[in-house]
C-alpha cells in the first residue's frame, strides 16, 4: 500500500528494495475528487513503473480524506477483500490526513485479523527511511533477569560475558536468553565463526526505555 502525493520516488525505491517476487498487488491510495497536474503525473507514473517494470497488479483506492471514518472504514474494507497474508504501507507521500488515516486502518485491520504489518516512511532526501512492524504495538513489560539482559545487549555480547554482567548461572542465563528469542526480544548471530552473539531487538530496546522512564507506583 502507498499513500500517493507529488514524488514517487519513495514507492519506487520501497518496492525495488522489496522485490516484485516478494509483492502479490499493490495499493494505491488518493484523494477523492480532482487531482491537480503534479499529483496526476505521479500517479500515471506509478502505473506505468508497477505495470510495465514490475509487472505487478494494482488497484488505486480513491477515498474522502475529509471524512476520516468514510475514509478509514474504504482502507479497511479493500483490504479484508484482500485478505492480505502481511501489508507494507510506504506512507511516504501525500496528505497528511491521508498518511493517519492509512495508518489507522492498517493498525485496525491487524488488531481485528492478526495480520502482520510494516510502515515505511522515508526521509526527504532518501538517504535512510524509518521502519515500524506490528511488534511495536505490543510492549512487553520486562522484569527481573529479563531486564537485567536486555540491559546489556544493546551491543551483541556473548553468553559469557552476558553471565558476567548479570552475575547468574550460565544455564539460568541460557534458558532465560531462549525464552527472550521465541519472544522476539533478542536474536542471535554468528559474525565470528561458532561463536553465537546475542544483541536487543528493537522491540526489546524499546521496552526497556519505556521501563526506565516510567515512575514507580509502589
Known amino acids: 500500500m502507498a499513500t500517493m502525493g507529488f514524488d514517487t ?15 502479490d498487488y499493490a495499493l494505491l491510495l488518493i484523494p477523492s475528487g480532482e487531482l491537480n497536474e503534479k499529483a496526476e503525473k505521479a500517479l500515471r507514473d506509478m ?13 488505486v483506492l480513491k477515498i474522502n480524506i475529509d471524512d476520516p471514518v468514510e475514509a478509514i472504514a474504504e482502507i479497511y474494507l479493500k483490504l479484508d477483500s484482500l485478505r492480505p497474508s502481511m501489508i507494507i504501507g510506504d506512507l511516504s507521500g501525500g ?11 492498517i493498525l485496525s485491520y491487524h488488531y481485528s485479523t492478526g495480520t502482520a504489518f510494516k510502515i515505511i516512511v522515508w526521509k526527504e532526501d532518501l538517504t535512510g527511511r ?19 539482559i536486555i ?11 552476558i553471565v ?37 531487538t528493537p522491540k526489546a530496546l524499546l521496552a526497556l526505555r519505556i521501563l526506565r522512564r516510567t515512575p514507580s507506583t509502589g
Open 9 to 23: 520516488r519513495f514507492q519506487m525505491k520501497t518496492l525495488v528494495g522489496i522485490g516484485k517476487d516478494e509483492i
Open 47 to 59: 502505473e506505468g513503473f508497477l505495470r510495465d517494470l514490475m509487472g505487478l497488479d494494482y488497484d
Open 130 to 148: 524509518i521502519e515500524v512492524d506490528h511488534d511495536y504495538t505490543k510492549i512487553p513489560v520486562l522484569m527481573g533477569l529479563d531486564e537485567k
Open 164 to 200: 558476567e554482567a548479570t552475575g547468574k548461572p550460565k544455564t539460568t542465563v541460557y534458558l532465560r536468553l531462549r525464552k527472550l528469542i521465541n519472544e522476539g526480544l533478542v536474536e542471535e548471530s554468528r559474525p565470528k565463526g561458532r561463536t553465537v552473539y546475542y544483541q536487543a
Open 151 to 161: 540491559m546489556q545487549l544493546s551491543i551483541p555480547r556473548t553468553l559469557k560475558e
Open 95 to 105: 496528505m497528511r490526513s491521508m498518511v493517519l488515516e492509512a495508518y489507522t486502518a
